[in-house]
């Protein structure tokens, strides 16, 4: 069985947090949902989610972690459980960070020196070491998934199944999903 932790702050980018988190469990990944400060976590367009558990209480050993964007990227930036939590998947697991995440969350952590990863656009400068690509959606480069932002979130969920299960399973989900015909 395949695990992920999608962390979730206040202030996140729904569609960056939630569509992952059904897409994966369409496909048959175990999904943590992990709530940052509190088991209610308010989104940036004042949707509350009640997640799994809070992160502190995320012990297991998980193979991929998610971390959406939005405002609340900065929220999870500057807790040290969630930083733990990635450089602990980072090891062995798939690392996934959309939107702002990858600059405002991975940015300072040394995991993307190197690798060629995109953020939202104008967030960069939350990373000015990193080197990061102009005008892509989504990039696998190694164990780090990044994407651009929420209108990327349905692609990059799908990379994400394309990589920790087959290509085959990410597009018999797609086409069940209607993302591809």
């Known amino acids: ?4 932790l999608v962390c979730l702050a206040n202030d996140f980018e729904e569609t960056e947090g939630i569509v992952p988190v059904d897409i994966m469990r369409r496909a048959g990944i175990e999904v943590t949902v992990a709530g940052v400060g509190s088991k ?3 989104s940036a367009h004042g ?3 009640v997640c799994d558990k809070i992160i502190e209480e995320c012990e297991q050993v998980y193979d991929i972690i998610v ?4 405002p609340g990227a900065i929220n999870l930036s500057r807790d040290f459980d969630v930083m733990r939590r990635i450089i602990n998947i980072a090891q062995t697991g ?3 960070a959309i939107c702002a995440a990858p600059a ?4 300072n952590t040394g995991l993307l020196e190197g690798k060629e990863v995109v953020c939202y656009p104008g967030t960069e400068v939350a990373a000015p070491t990193v080197k990061f690509v102009k005008n892509k959606r989504c990039i696998v480069d190694g164990n780090i998934i990044t994407a651009a932002g929420p209108g990327v979130a ?4 799908f990379k994400i199944v394309e990589i920790a ?3 085959e399973r990410s597009d018999a989900e797609a086409k069940g999903f209607l993302a591809k015909f």
Not at 104 to 107: E, S, T
Not at 154 to 157: D, I, L, M, P, S
Request: with cysteine; charged share 5%.
């Open 1 to 4: 069985m395949i695990n992920a």
């Open 40 to 42: 209610t976590i308010t």
């Open 47 to 49: 949707i509350n989610i």
């Open 67 to 70: 971390l959406p964007g939005g």
């Open 94 to 96: 798939l690392v996934c």
């Open 104 to 107: 405002v969350v991975l940015g």
């Open 154 to 157: 349905v692609e990059f969920a």
């Open 165 to 167: 299960i087959s290509k």
